[in-house]
């Protein structure tokens, strides 16, 4: 209970902050960066999280749903301020990493990265790697050729992510992975990344048992 307690101060500081940098920061070179549109006259960002339309006020940096009256919940308000500011407008360059590759502490987060974003991948879609490929349909991603089943996803607009399924037997387990363009760490710090690829798992866990 304490942990929970501590976790979610945490992300209230770092929404607190993320808030008071976002607003003293210039939007068009944001907008820029990001491939997020910039609203001049309502002074508000348009952005892409998971396929799905966000709206962030740059007066204030809240952040909220554009055709939902659903709360957004303090940790994806959190990724997607983090995005916002981070980003600095590294070309993608198509070349793929795994997390433990990625520079400036890949090792030390991949235990963590592992429980929280390869783990629930493998369990959810082990049995029937397909569903991966159609519950990644619903969030436009795209096929790719790697594994049992794999596809890409885009977090953000340039943040894609792919995620890889093999399929085991009786002799060897399944396994996955999930990898990023090696650009990644120019768009999200890796705290974030790890709660990105997560996020991205538990979206594509949801959509495979949505009918």
Known sequence: MELESNLKNAYKQAYKMACEKI??????????????????????????????DYVVDCMTGDVKKKFSQEEVTITVKVLILHYLINANSKPLTGNLISFKEIKGGGTIYYQSFYKRAIDPLIKAFQDNPDKLLIA????????????????????????????????????????????????????????????????????????????
């Open 23 to 52: 607003i003293n920061m210039d939007p068009v070179k944001i907008s820029y960066n990001t491939n997020a549109y910039y609203d001049e006259d309502q002074k508000v960002f348009y952005i892409k999280y998971l396929n799905e």
């Open 136 to 211: 990644a349909e619903k969030l436009s991603g795209i096929r790719e050729n790697y594994g049992s089943a794999s596809v890409t996803i885009n977090i953000f607009p340039l943040v894609p992510v792919t995620y890889v399924i093999w399929q085991g037997d009786e002799e060897v387990p399944s396994s996955g992975t999930i990898l990023f363009d090696d650009s990644v760490t120019s768009y999200l710090p890796n705290e974030d990344i790890v709660l990105a690829a997560s996020y991205g798992t538990y979206q594509l866990m949801k959509l495979a048992r949505d009918k």
